[in-house]
């Protein structure tokens, strides 16, 4: 069984920066693929950003996509989100999720195709 652990949230202001990370158990790490997803309030959970296995793919919403980097360090069993220029509406629970037998080079974008999930951190940005 693959346990997820996310750190790193926190209260900031907008255009502040935040570090995500999710560290995982598991030997087999190397071979998840990876994605963060958030929540808002009201809002439906949705991804923000998805890596491959290989880290050679990677999805970024449209809302977030050039403020937002994923990566992965598959020596320390982590994926990272970086958050720069955050905004106010950035603000939700971020959850890091892993998704078990997954291609090399494909990323998910779709909730129901990960099989992990971490207990989530609140992210939140004040105007």
């Known amino acids: 069984q693959v346990q997820l652990v996310e750190s790193g949230g926190g209260s900031v202001q907008a255009g502040n920066s935040l570090r995500l990370s999710c560290a995982a158990s598991?030997?087999?790490?190397?071979?998840?693929?990876m994605a963060w997803f958030r929540q808002a309030p009201g809002k439906d959970r949705a991804v923000a950003a998805a890596?491959?296995?290989?880290?050679?793919?990677?999805y970024y919403a449209d809302s977030v996509t050039g403020r937002f980097t994923i990566s992965r360090d598959n020596a320390r069993n982590t994926v990272y989100l970086q958050m720069n220029s955050l905004k106010p509406e950035d603000t939700a629970v971020y959850y890091c999720?892993?998704?078990?037998?997954?291609?090399?080079?494909?990323?998910?974008?779709?909730?129901?195709?990960?099989?992990?999930w971490g207990q989530g951190t609140q992210v939140t940005v004040s105007s």
């Open positions: 598991g030997r087999t790490f190397s071979t998840y693929a």
């Open positions: 890596i491959s296995m290989s880290g050679g793919s990677k």
């Open positions: 999720a892993a998704r078990t037998g997954t291609m090399y080079n494909l990323y998910y974008t779709q909730g129901y195709m990960y099989n992990y």
